[in-house]
């Protein structure tokens, strides 16, 4: 029986498992969930399954409850009642920089469905995956400079690289808090949708995904996050390395053989 992930004693995470993903739910609605070390923790649990077990995973926040008039929530930040005890061995320590990156750096790829508040860690969360979709009430920012910190998980290099340094500093200087639609614009996010539909897109880009051959995926995305000093002897090797799959000689004779028809 193939391995599956323990989530026994999980208390922030909600975790759904099917045979080519990982379905995680961000789950501390009381506290809009901000992130806490016990929801560090149990994502370095789960990212240290996926390592062993590549599959895709979707990150999605608390949804909303039209019916009872509750909103849905990606994640407001790090826990402020945590953040505002933590001295400088802390900061030093790196831990949501750590786990950010560590989540980033995952075989397959991530989607990070986002819904309501994507704010400070909350965004830096969402700029580590590899695809964002969101929806109308999507507020996303980094306040941390108004907190008397800086964004120190990822913003200030990851945001850059998504936005631009213009934008990218606004947000991060200024405290500019992007709208949903702000977001598609700029490129954030490649989709936005209505909120009843968000884990239906979320669903539909990891089936398009799954279409792919894993391997080649894993491959693709290892050699895109690598230092340009590396390309193109990297694209090479790799490329060798897939030349002699079976997944490839079994592709492409399907494809072939769809063409004769």
Known sequence: MAEQLDTTGFQTLKVTESADRLLVQLDRPEVKNAIDQLMVDELHAVCAYLERTPKVMVL???????????????????????????????ALAGINSGIFDRLAKLPMPVIAALDGFALGGGAELAYAADFRIGTPELRMGNPETGLGIMAAAGATWRLKELVGEPLAKEILLAGKVLKGE???????????????????????????????????????????????????????????????????FDRMQAFLDRKKK
Not at 208 to 224: C, E, M, W
């Open 60 to 90: 999605s926040g608390t949804p909303a409850e039209p019916e009872a008039g509750a909103k849905g929530i990606f994640a407001s930040g790090a826990d402020i009642a945590q953040l505002r005890e933590r001295r400088r061995d802390d």
């Open 182 to 248: 702000d977001c598609l614009r700029v490129g954030l996010i490649t989709e936005l949708v209505e909120g009843s539909e968000l884990m239906a897109a979320a669903s539909a880009l990891a089936d398009r995904i799954g279409n792919q051959d894993p391997l080649a995926v894993r491959i693709t995305k290892s050699v895109f996050h690598t230092p340009r000093e590396a390309h193109p002897v990297i694209d090479t090797l790799a490329q060798g390395m897939l030349f002699e799959s079976q997944a490839k």
